[in-house]
Antibody
Framework: EVQLLESGGGLVQPGGSLRLSCAAS????????MIWVRQAPGKGLEWISA????????WHADSVKGRFTISRDNSKSTLSLQMNSLRAEDTAIYYC??????????????WGQGTLVTVSS | EMVLTQSPGTLSLSPGERATLSCRAS???????LAWYQQKPGQAPRLLIY???SRATGIPDRFSGSGSGTDFTLTISRLEPEDFAMYYC????????FGQGTKVEVK
C-alpha cells in the first residue's frame, strides 16, 4: 500500500524558512517522479515543485522559483521541500504527491494527507 | 501557459441524479493528458480519471471521463451520497495546470 507521510509544517514568520519532508513507502521510490502541491485556505490546487525519479531534473512554479527547492533522497525514500523567504501568501496545506511515471508526462496518482504551513507574524 | 476553465462553479443535484462537469482548455491538450481528481472536505485529493477516460484503480464505474482537444467532461451517472465533493481537472502534458474546481453539492 502506497503511503506518503508529510512532516515539518508549522507557524513561521514572514521571511523565515521551513523544510518539509515526506516519507514514502509501499512502492519503489526511485521509479517515480514526486511532486509538491499546495492548497491555500478555501482555494484550489497549485502544483509548486516536481522532481524526476533520479532527482536529476527539477521544476518549480514561478510563484516559488528562487525561494523553494525540491530534493529527494532515494536511499531513504524521502522527498523534501526547502522553503526560504516565506511570505503570507505561502500559507497553505502542502501535499506530497506521487507521479505515475519516472518522468513527464505523469498524472498524480497518490496523495499524502498534507501538512499545514502558516506564515504570519 | 495553458488555462483550464471548469464549469459550472457549483452544481446542485440530488442523490441519484446525473452530474456532468466540464473542463475547457485554452489550447489543445496533447495526447489527452487530462486527469480528474475528487476532494472531500478535510481530505486530500484522490485521482479519479487519467488519460481523459481511464478510471483509476478502485474508482466505481459510475464515474466516466470523455473528451479530447480542448473540451473534456466528467460524468457521474447516478450520484451517491459520498460523491458530493469538489472536483478538479488537470492537464499533465506540457505543464501541470489545475482547473479552479467544480463543487457538487446536495440540492
Amino acid at each position: 500500500e502506497v503511503q506518503l507521510l508529510e512532516s515539518g509544517g508549522g507557524l513561521v514568520q514572514p521571511g523565515g524558512s521551513l523544510r518539509l519532508s515526506c516519507a514514502a513507502s509501499g512502492f519503489t521510490f526511485t521509479n517515480y517522479a514526486m511532486i509538491w502541491v499546495r492548497q491555500a485556505p478555501g482555494k484550489g490546487l497549485e502544483w509548486i515543485s516536481a522532481i524526476t525519479g533520479s532527482g536529476g531534473d527539477t521544476w518549480h512554479a514561478d510563484s516559488v522559483k528562487g525561494r523553494f527547492t525540491i530534493s529527494r533522497d532515494n536511499s531513504k525514500s524521502t522527498l523534501s521541500l526547502q522553503m526560504n523567504s516565506l511570505r503570507a501568501e505561502d500559507t497553505a496545506i502542502y501535499y506530497c504527491v506521487k507521479g505515475s511515471e519516472v518522468s513527464r508526462p505523469y498524472y498524480f496518482d497518490f496523495w499524502g494527507q498534507g501538512t499545514l504551513v502558516t506564515v504570519s507574524s | 501557459e495553458m488555462v483550464l476553465t471548469q464549469s459550472p462553479g457549483t452544481l446542485s443535484l440530488s442523490p441519484g441524479e446525473r452530474a456532468t462537469l466540464s473542463c475547457r482548455a485554452s489550447q489543445s491538450v496533447s495526447n489527452t493528458y487530462l486527469a480528474w481528481y475528487q476532494q472531500k472536505p478535510g481530505q486530500a485529493p484522490r485521482l479519479l480519471i487519467y488519460g481523459a477516460s481511464s478510471r483509476a484503480t478502485g474508482i466505481p464505474d459510475r464515474f466516466s471521463g470523455s473528451g479530447s482537444g480542448t473540451d473534456f467532461t466528467l460524468t457521474i451517472s447516478r450520484l451517491e451520497p459520498e460523491d458530493f465533493a469538489m472536483y478538479y481537472c488537470q492537464q499533465y502534458g506540457n505543464s501541470r495546470t489545475f482547473g479552479q474546481g467544480t463543487k457538487v453539492e446536495v440540492k
